[in-house]
Structure formats: C-alpha cells, structure tokens
C-alpha cells in the first residue's frame, strides 16, 4: 500500500461546545494519509492515475469551512468518510488539530483510522 498525505492544512471553523465558541470562527489543523496506488501514475506521469491531492484538499477546506461541529470527533469522522467515499479511498487516517484549546498544550485533537489497510 503506498500513502499519499496532506499535512497542516488550516481551516476556520465554527468548533467547540461552549457558547462563545459557537459564535467565533476558529482553526483547525488537519492531517490526512490516504492509502492509493501510485504504480500507474509513476509510469505514466500522469495525475489522472492518482490521487489528486489538491482535489481531497479543496473539498475538505470548502466541508470544514461551512460546518458548526461541536466536537473534533465528529468533524474527524464526517472528513474520513468523505474521502473514503468520493475519492475512493481504502483506508485513511485522520487527525483534526485544535490549537489553543488547552492551556499549556501546544494543541489536543483526535487521531482516527477508517477503512482496511491492506499491503
């Protein structure tokens, strides 16, 4: 299985639980690896053979930006199955970054893996 990944892609949201972050816009950092095959694409050289990965990023940017989540596992499973379903992908892994929401931390979120990894 070869990996394709997108890493720190920053959207604003509205994300949180408390009243005041229901009414603020805030960042969410975004990890994505997604299993594809590249075999064909290395041969061909050609990104009609691959994952295109500034399409999965366009999409997400545009869903992330217009949704009012509650928690980042929500955001993080809703994000995992819209590549899984409109990009065809097997297996990803997810992780949704909300910097600032814990003083002292650097940033929490969460980690998640959907789909079948296979070799």
Do not use: C, H
């Not at 603020?24 to 290395?42: N, W, Y």
């Not at 995992?80 to 892994?93: K, N, S, T, Y």
């Not at 940033?107 to 789909?115: M, T």
């Amino acid at each position: 299985m070869d990996i394709i990944f997108l890493n720190e892609l920053k959207v604003d949201t509205i994300i949180g639980i408390w009243e005041w972050e229901r009414r603020i816009r805030q960042t969410v950092v975004i990890d994505l690896e997604m299993s594809a095959d590249i075999a064909k694409a290395a041969a061909t050289d050609e990104v009609a053979d691959t994952l295109n990965y500034k399409s999965v990023a366009k999409r997400i940017q545009e869903f992330v930006a217009e949704s009012s989540f509650q928690l980042v596992e929500t955001l993080a499973e809703k994000i995992a199955a819209i590549v899984r379903d409109e990009f065809d992908v097997r297996w990803v892994r997810v992780r949704v970054n909300k910097p600032g929401a814990i003083r002292g931390s650097k940033d929490v979120g969460v980690l998640i893996e959907r789909g079948e990894r296979t070799a």
